[in-house]
């Protein structure tokens, strides 16, 4: 079947969700069509690891993409882009012909090989599987220690799991966080009750009955009644590959207005290495912000109304009763300047590299987003004497 629209958007998320309501408003006359790969409609991703484990219904996390007023067609996934043709053939068939098209594609999560019963979360469908699994005194096998494995063991022992992690850095979070925080996040994890075996990693399984063996590389074997695994994701960017877009750090390189290498096709989400002004460089950000924000930028350009994109993304977690929001880049090898109210409980880390400031990580501190990105912005010089203190430690 042939389909002729305005705007076609390759993507059923957050970022697609976005930038279907951003032209619906700049293009009320419009025809928009978008396609996405889940078998659900848009929705919020961030309550899977984190509110509905609390008190949040299953109702709250449903996008509005009613109001968009868009042809949404879900289970389908695009398969080839002829750009010179403006034609987007997905897995039924169809043909769609475009005027302006997004790749809003997001990521496909990292998989071991073995394990095909693994739950590799990431999906509402993967929220569902595991709170099946999740019965109170269930034993649950978290493979992975960053952002995704993190929340989920925090969130499977919320609902009485016996929880064990497993991951091959010294402690929680080594990558991101100064090495005293990422141990201290390790031992208040274990005084929450997550048995964490640190340094260690699965190497291979066997199914026996209901129960799942895990083979470990210290030689031992741990037995769970489920395993859910949390390895970061691949930016899903094969069609743009395909079709001979400009790439880099893993995604489509968007221009500030999140314009791909083809005049016709933006980029947004996870999928997007955008230029990041106050860091001097180019970033992919899988984060809701980065997604939301992304998209509705591109949706206005798509629809005539440019808008520049120059907001340095931010991203939050919920780990127990310790939370924390974080700006820029958090990476471990950079120096890092902590600043605590209560040592790994309520302060600020920054990040820094060259004499200016990279990233900024607040620990249990609120409301200092913006701040935290003008001081990212700053051209400094800045060291360790000169920035502790350049923001509030508590909130």
């Known amino acids: 079947m042939q389909h002729e629209v305005d705007f076609l958007i390759i993507g059923a998320g957050m970022a697609g969700e976005a930038a279907a309501q951003a032209i619906r408003g700049a293009r009320p006359e419009a025809t928009v069509a978008i396609l996405g790969a889940e078998a659900d409609p848009p929705y919020d991703r961030p309550p899977l690891s984190k ?60 998989t071991l090989p073995f394990g095909d019963g693994f739950i590799y979360f990431r999906t ?43 991951f091959p850095e010294p402690s929680i979070g080594a990558r991101a966080y100064p090495a005293a925080l990422a141990a201290s996040v390790t031992d208040y994890y274990r005084d929450k009750g997550v048995e964490v075996r640190a340094g260690v990693t699965a190497t291979g399984s066997r199914v026996a009955g209901n129960e799942t063996e895990l083979t470990l590389s210290d030689g031992s074997t741990l037995t769970a009644d489920a395993v859910v695994a949390g390895l970061g994701i691949l ?15 893993g995604g489509i390189v968007v221009d ?54 120059a907001e340095l993304p931010f991203f939050y977690s919920d780990l127990f009763d310790l939370g924390y929001e974080a700006v820029g880049i958090l990476d471990a090898r950079l120096e890092t300047v902590e600043q605590w ?55």
């Open 235 to 249: 930016p899903n960017i094969e069609l743009a590959r395909a079709a001979g877009l400009d790439l880099d750090l």
């Open 256 to 309: 500030d207005h999140l314009r791909s290498s083809d005049p016709d096709i933006w980029a947004a989400g996870d999928v997007a290495t955008f230029p990041a002004p106050a860091l001097g460089r180019h970033l992919r950000v899988e984060h809701e912000n980065a997604a939301v924000t992304t998209g509705r930028l591109a949706g206005l350009n798509m629809a005539g109304q440019a808008t520049a994109y």
């Open 51 to 110: 509110a509905l484990w609390k008190d949040a219904a299953e109702e709250s996390i449903w996008k509005p993409i009613e109001q968009a007023r868009a042809t949404l067609e879900l289970g389908r996934r695009a398969t080839a882009l002829d750009r010179s043709a403006h034609v987007v053939t997905d897995d039924r068939g169809d043909r769609w012909r475009y005027g302006r098209l997004l790749l809003a594609t997001g990521g496909t999560p990292r």
């Open 124 to 166: 509402f469908a993967d929220y569902r599987r595991l709170r099946e699994a999740a019965r109170p005194g269930a034993r649950i096998a978290v493979i992975g220690g960053g952002f995704i494995g993190s929340e989920i063991a925090a969130a499977l022992t919320f609902a009485g799991c016996r929880t064990t992690m497993l």
């Open 341 to 395: 109210v209560t040592p790994y409980r309520e302060g600020v880390v920054y990040y820094l590299e060259g004499g200016r400031v990279r990233g900024v990580l607040l620990w249990n501190t609120w409301g200092q987003v913006d701040a935290a990105r003008a001081l990212i912005a700053a051209p400094g010089p800045f060291d360790a004497a000169s920035v502790r203190g350049r923001l509030p430690a508590e909130g």
